[in-house]
Structure formats: structure tokens, C-alpha cells
């Protein structure tokens, strides 16, 4: 079966950070792009970060860039989202979710559109308050 869980959400004061981490079971992630969404009750999901199966590209939406950063460890079977200087708009509930690289095209690549995955996680909340 397979399976994504995000964890590593919490409560955190405006300016810290958090690291989520999003964790395959089921399926190695060697051949697969991972994105990170977030989103608030009654908005759209917002693609935050992407990550290409090989690693070499990484995408990020303009709000989190230089703040936050992803990461992939294929040891751990694992996607990190390092987020720093976390401030009050980033509070939401992040999920993963993953896509399989099925051309070498898409090994190098990857998509913050919602629509290009295909295995999603349950989600982690991140609150952003003092």
C-alpha cells in the first residue's frame, strides 16, 4: 500500500522555524516528485515547494523563497520542508504529496500544480502565532 505521512506541524511564534517531514512507505521515492501544498479553510491549495526525483530541481512560490527549504533524503525514504522565519500567513495544514517520474524528462523536473499528483498524504497543521 502506499502511503505518505507528513509530520514535524506545531505551534510556533512569528520568526521561528519548523522542519515537516514527509515519509513514503510502500513505494521508494527514488523515482518520484514530491511537492509540498498548504491551505486554509476556504482558500485553494497552494503548491509552496517541489522537489525532482533527481534532486537537481528545486521550485518554490514567491512568499517562502529564502525562508523555506526542501530537501530529499532517498536513505530515509524521505522529503524535508525546512521553514524558516515563519510568519503569520504561513499558518495552514501542509501536505504531501507525490508523483511518478514516468519519462527521464520528468526525473528532472518538477510541478507545483496539485493536478500533476497522484498519492497525497493526510496533512500536518502549522499555526504561526504569538
Known amino acids: 500500500q502506499l502511503q505518505l505521512v507528513e509530520s514535524g506541524g506545531g505551534l510556533v511564534q512569528p520568526g521561528g522555524s519548523l522542519r515537516l517531514s514527509c515519509t513514503a512507505s510502500g513505494f521508494s521515492l527514488d523515482n518520484y516528485a514530491i511537492g509540498w501544498f498548504r491551505q486554509i479553510p476556504g482558500k485553494e491549495r497552494e503548491g509552496v515547494s517541489c522537489i525532482s526525483p533527481s534532486r537537481g530541481m528545486k521550485d518554490y512560490v514567491d512568499s517562502v523563497k529564502g525562508r523555506f527549504t526542501i530537501s530529499k533524503d532517498n536513505t530515509k525514504n524521505t522529503v524535508f520542508l525546512q521553514m524558516n522565519n515563519l510568519k503569520p500567513e504561513d499558518s495552514a495544514v501542509y501536505s504531501c504529496?507525490?508523483?511518478?517520474?514516468?519519462?527521464?524528462?520528468?526525473?528532472?523536473?518538477?510541478?507545483?500544480?496539485?493536478?500533476?499528483?497522484?498519492?497525497w498524504g493526510q496533512g500536518t497543521q502549522v499555526t504561526v502565532s504569538s
Open positions: 504529496a507525490a508523483v511518478f517520474a514516468s519519462n527521464s524528462a520528468r526525473y528532472y523536473s518538477c510541478s507545483r500544480d496539485a493536478d500533476r499528483y497522484d498519492y
